[in-house]
């Protein structure tokens, strides 16, 4: 992945402050992927645009994200670090569990594993599509994307949408069906096939308390992690524009040019007068 550049990156968070999570999230994924047409975005499978985001943040900003969270038992703070390199080569690789690094606030924590290594061998993956084949039914279903999941939000049944939106094909004994005479055990064989081949679709952190004991889960929101970083950077870098443009006159693209060690030499000069 190319590194965007500072001025790029500016343009991104402005544009992105007018926008909603999801938005935002579109904007970054398209910072992450500028190999991938815009469009063709949104119905990747939800891990894919994880990994992508996990990836972008470790280029970004660097391995470690430091994590805060309450326990939900008796409230207590706990903080530890993630390891943003090994999210996204856990999710890119469709499997495995990652563990947070050095958790400050002690005791035992770990992420949940967000899927199963291996399928049953009625289950087939191949790129973006499942296939399950359980009592004369062969369905083919594709992983769903972001686009998926919002349209499906906004229907009277969401799992159902959900459900007609993916599925590929469906057929029982040889003949074909719809998404609505698909029966409640193929549904379910086909939810853990999904979950199985796109396991960074749900990251979700399983964290013991060091005071009590209990365990509490949530879900890490990468895409809003993410954007509340690029938020910070980005206004402490308009702050370092305004000092350097005040004391020397310089342009924004001028400033944006210079690297960061040789902006940072600049604006130490700049206290020392």
């Known amino acids: 992945m190319a590194i965007t550049g500072a001025a790029e990156l500016l343009a991104t968070w402005e544009a992105g ?23 063709a975005l949104p119905v990747l499978p939800v891990g894919e645009r994880e990994s992508d985001l996990f990836a972008l943040r470790r280029a970004l ?11 939900s ?7 530890f670090d993630l390891d943003a390199g090994e999210f996204a080569r ?15 606030a002690g005791g035992d924590s770990s992420a949940g594993s967000v899927g199963s290594a291996g399928a049953a061998r009625s289950v087939r993956s191949a790129g973006s599509v499942v296939r399950v084949q359980q009592g ?5 279903f594709r992983l769903p994307g972001v686009a998926d999941l919002t349209a499906a939000a906004r229907a009277a049944d969401p799992r159902m949408a959900l459900l007609a939106r993916c599925l590929v094909s469906a057929t029982r004994e040889g003949a074909a069906v719809g998404a609505g005479d698909l029966p409640v055990p193929v549904q ?8 199985a081949a796109d396991p ?45 443009a005040t004391s020397y006159g310089w342009s924004e693209p001028e400033i944006l040019a ?14 020392d007068v």
């Open 17 to 39: 402050l007018a926008e909603a999570p999801s938005g935002r999230a579109l904007l970054l994924h398209r910072t992450a992927r500028p190999d991938v047409d815009g469009a």
């Open 61 to 71: 900003f660097g391995e470690r994200m430091q994590v805060r969270l309450g326990c």
């Open 73 to 79: 038992a008796c409230g207590e703070d706990m903080e």
């Open 90 to 104: 856990s999710l890119g690789g469709r499997g495995g569990s990652v563990e947070p690094v050095d958790p400050t």
């Open 136 to 140: 004369g039914w062969d369905v083919e």
């Open 188 to 195: 379910r064989r086909i939810a853990e096939a999904v979950e």
């Open 200 to 244: 960074g679709a749900d990251v979700t952190l399983n964290i013991a308390c060091p005071e009590c004991g209990a365990a509490t889960r949530a879900e890490l929101d990468i895409a809003s992690y993410l954007w509340t970083e690029l938020d910070a950077w980005a206004r402490d870098l308009l702050l370092d524009v305004h000092l350097l």
């Open 258 to 271: 210079l690297s960061p060690l040789r902006r940072r030499y600049y604006l130490e000069l700049c206290a």
